[in-house]
């Protein structure tokens, strides 16, 4: 089975500009988180959708915004880019939430900000 | 491939070797705690998690130590190979926030 795939790998963008990152879980997870990795750091949570519904939100900016679909995958929206925002953002799935069911992480997309 | 992490504590470690990894947490309330494994290029890799009320779990080559008293978990890693250097994270979940917490982490760099 393929694992948690992200889309796209690297990404470029300058200041004030807006970017969407795509997630695809692993086949028969239901609930899919982000996280923001930056150069030296764990990965800080953002968000968490279970069945299409929010169900955790990070300490991040309004600036910052989610999905899922029906087929449970992920679109991760940044608006109003800041240098700060450059990091490598990471998907993870899982069967339940987040709380009981074991995270499998995505390779990332590198979002650099100019 | 991407570089995880410039400024993180780094374990050298000798082929063949045992290593050592620790971690500090920081909430007595959380419900488990997992080892995440990540290679450069590639996010992290679940390796092993422990419950809060255990206090030692073993798994193939790596084991987990927990002790609540002092809020500290251990990583073990046994006849450490050259395929175990990486970054190494620790991450409590607390169940009722549905939610990972990383800690900081720690590169192992396995001379041959």
């Known amino acids: 089975d393929a694992g948690v795939t992200q889309s796209p790998t690297h990404l470029i963008k300058t200041r004030g500009q807006q970017v969407t990152l795509r997630c695809s879980p692993i086949?028969?997870?239901?609930?899919v988180s982000w996280y923001q990795q930056v150069l030296g750091q764990g990965p800080q949570f953002i968000f968490q959708y279970y069945e299409k519904e929010e169900r955790g939100r990070g300490n991040f900016p309004d600036r910052f915004s989610a999905r899922q679909f029906p087929n449970y995958s992920s679109e991760l929206n940044v608006n109003a880019l800041l240098l700060g925002d450059s990091a490598l953002y990471l998907c993870a799935s899982s069967k339940g939430l987040a709380g009981v069911a074991t995270q499998y992480f995505g390779p990332g997309t590198r979002l650099t900000v100019l | 491939g991407e570089s995880v992490g410039l400024h993180l504590p780094t374990l050298s470690v000798q082929e063949g070797d045992n290593s050592i990894i620790n971690c500090a947490y920081s909430?007595?309330?959380?419900?488990?705690f997992i080892w995440y494994k990540q290679e450069s290029g590639k996010g992290p890799q679940f390796i092993i998690d422990?419950?809060?009320?255990?206090d030692k779990r073993q798994g193939q080559r790596v084991t987990v130590l927990l002790n609540k008293t002092v809020k500290h978990l251990s990583l073990q890693i046994a006849a450490t190979q050259p395929g175990d250097s990486a970054v190494y994270f620790c991450a409590e979940i607390l169940v009722a926030g549905n939610k990972l917490t990383f800690g900081g982490g720690t590169r192992v760099l396995v001379k041959p």
């Open positions: 909430n007595s309330a959380s419900d488990y």
């Open positions: 086949s028969g997870h239901k609930s």
């Open positions: 422990i419950r809060s009320n255990m």
